[in-house]
């Protein structure tokens, strides 16, 4: 591995100050993860992450307990909630994509992302929600609820969320996970073309296997691979069936196909790399960035893959001398809660890059 347990970059080359500057990386590196680790109002789902995730504590420590229990009471899941209608949608009934980013799709990716408890009444109701309302009849979740609008960044966050929040195992969620699965490899999916196939691909969503997407000119859309490989990363290896262990080699092969940090995967309408793509920032919707990438990549074990190098160099390029990384990318404003401040250090961008750090050498 090129990193040491506390996430430090042991590569000689990557830091020009010798041991002085790696002593002071060792030592940001401390006062980082204390500063995640601090009760904190405004964004207490850190810290249950940070004991979770950095830390290795289980999920019934009494610490961990009580930072989700924090969470669910401060900050900005209590005003995600408190929009909520009781019969468990947000702004009005349906599939809920629209509106952006205050419809239900939006709020259960959110909340999950944010440290909610997944047996909270109200969390338990958008969950089913979801479930219920904004899967097609082919199993998958959809923007419109039916299979034309079933697109792999919806389902990936999702699906994602979903697992996060406990419902692996509800039936309807492992509907949703064999359909991704499959819509990746094109198993028992016929193409587009074929109108009268009783399962097949449509040309307004996925409309190919490989992650072919109409938004990107049916050419196979990167940030919709990173979504549905972070779901089915979060997948245990045990449940893995065959069809995700299959869509699980074929998203990696894909996402490590060019290089991330350069991020140059199929363009359908444009001639560079969205600039999104390193700008990192949190809560995550469909936009998608390198450390997204790396998250993913990393958790499917590819945290010693050379590969990655390049991505783990721009990661930490952007470290400041505190150890922290900057918010850069942020949709406050348009959600029902804004979430820390853009340009400032991010205590969420810097757990995500910490967990990533983590996993590239032995755990902590």
Same mark, same amino acid.
């Given at each position: 591995g090129c990193y040491d347990q506390r996430g430090t970059s042991l590569q000689k080359g990557s830091f020009s100050g010798g041991?002085? @500057?790696?002593?002071?990386?060792?030592?940001?590196? *401390?006062?980082?993860?204390?500063?995640l680790l601090e009760p904190d109002p405004a964004n207490p789902g850190v810290r249950y992450f940070a004991l979770r995730d950095l830390l290795g504590q289980v999920a019934d420590a009494p610490e961990v307990v009580a930072a @989700?229990?924090? &969470?669910?009471?401060?900050?900005p899941i209590p005003?995600? #909630?408190?929009?909520? %209608?009781? &019969?468990?949608?947000?702004?009005?009934?349906?599939?809920?994509?629209y509106p952006k980013y205050t419809g239900t799709v939006w709020q259960v990716t959110f909340l999950a992302q944010l440290g909610a408890d997944g047996r909270d009444s109200r969390v338990t109701a958008a969950c089913d929600y979801v479930l219920d309302h904004t899967r097609s009849r082919y199993g998958g979740f959809s923007a419109g609820a039916d299979p034309a609008g079933q697109i792999h960044c919806l389902q990936g966050n999702l699906v994602a969320a979903l697992i996060d929040l406990g419902r692996l195992g509800d039936p309807r969620l492992d509907d949703a996970l064999d359909w991704l699965a499959r819509s990746i490899t094109g198993e028992d999916i016929a193409p587009a073309e074929e109108k009268d196939a009783p399962v097949r691909f449509y040309r307004s969503g996925n409309s190919a296997p490989g992650f072919a997407c109409s938004a990107n000119n049916h050419l196979p859309c990167a940030w919709g691979a990173v979504k549905a490989m972070l779901a089915l990363s979060k997948v245990p290896e045990a449940a893995r069936t065959p069809a995700i262990r299959a869509a699980i080699a074929t998203g990696s092969q894909f996402l490590l196909s060019r290089d991330p940090a350069v &991020? *140059? /995967?199929?363009?359908? /309408?444009?001639? $560079?790399?969205? @600039?999104?793509?390193?700008?990192?920032? /949190?809560?995550?919707?469909?936009?998608?960035?390198? #450390?997204q990438t790396l998250e993913v990549l990393t &958790? #499917?074990?590819?945290?010693? *893959?050379? !590969? #990655? !190098?390049?991505?783990l160099e721009l990661l930490l390029s952007k470290r %400041?001398?505190?150890?922290?990384?900057?918010?850069?990318?942020?949709?406050?404003? $348009?959600?029902?809660? %804004?979430?820390e401040h853009r340009g400032e250090p991010s205590k969420w961008v810097t757990l995500r890059a910490a967990r990533v750090l983590r996993r590239c050498e032995r755990p902590l």
């Amino acid at each position: 591995g090129c990193y040491d347990q506390r996430g430090t970059s042991l590569q000689k080359g990557s830091f020009s100050g010798g041991k002085c @500057q790696e002593i002071t990386m060792l030592r940001s590196t *401390d006062e980082m993860v204390a500063w995640l680790l601090e009760p904190d109002p405004a964004n207490p789902g850190v810290r249950y992450f940070a004991l979770r995730d950095l830390l290795g504590q289980v999920a019934d420590a009494p610490e961990v307990v009580a930072a @989700q229990a924090a &969470a669910m009471s401060n900050g900005p899941i209590p005003a995600i #909630l408190a929009a909520q %209608d009781p &019969a468990g949608y947000w702004v009005e009934p349906g599939p809920g994509y629209y509106p952006k980013y205050t419809g239900t799709v939006w709020q259960v990716t959110f909340l999950a992302q944010l440290g909610a408890d997944g047996r909270d009444s109200r969390v338990t109701a958008a969950c089913d929600y979801v479930l219920d309302h904004t899967r097609s009849r082919y199993g998958g979740f959809s923007a419109g609820a039916d299979p034309a609008g079933q697109i792999h960044c919806l389902q990936g966050n999702l699906v994602a969320a979903l697992i996060d929040l406990g419902r692996l195992g509800d039936p309807r969620l492992d509907d949703a996970l064999d359909w991704l699965a499959r819509s990746i490899t094109g198993e028992d999916i016929a193409p587009a073309e074929e109108k009268d196939a009783p399962v097949r691909f449509y040309r307004s969503g996925n409309s190919a296997p490989g992650f072919a997407c109409s938004a990107n000119n049916h050419l196979p859309c990167a940030w919709g691979a990173v979504k549905a490989m972070l779901a089915l990363s979060k997948v245990p290896e045990a449940a893995r069936t065959p069809a995700i262990r299959a869509a699980i080699a074929t998203g990696s092969q894909f996402l490590l196909s060019r290089d991330p940090a350069v &991020a *140059d /995967y199929p363009m359908g /309408y444009a001639t $560079k790399p969205s @600039q999104s793509w390193f700008r990192f920032g /949190y809560p995550i919707a469909y936009v998608t960035d390198v #450390l997204q990438t790396l998250e993913v990549l990393t &958790a #499917l074990g590819y945290g010693g *893959d050379a !590969r #990655l !190098r390049p991505a783990l160099e721009l990661l930490l390029s952007k470290r %400041d001398k505190q150890g922290r990384w900057r918010m850069e990318y942020t949709y406050n404003g $348009k959600m029902w809660v %804004d979430v820390e401040h853009r340009g400032e250090p991010s205590k969420w961008v810097t757990l995500r890059a910490a967990r990533v750090l983590r996993r590239c050498e032995r755990p902590l």
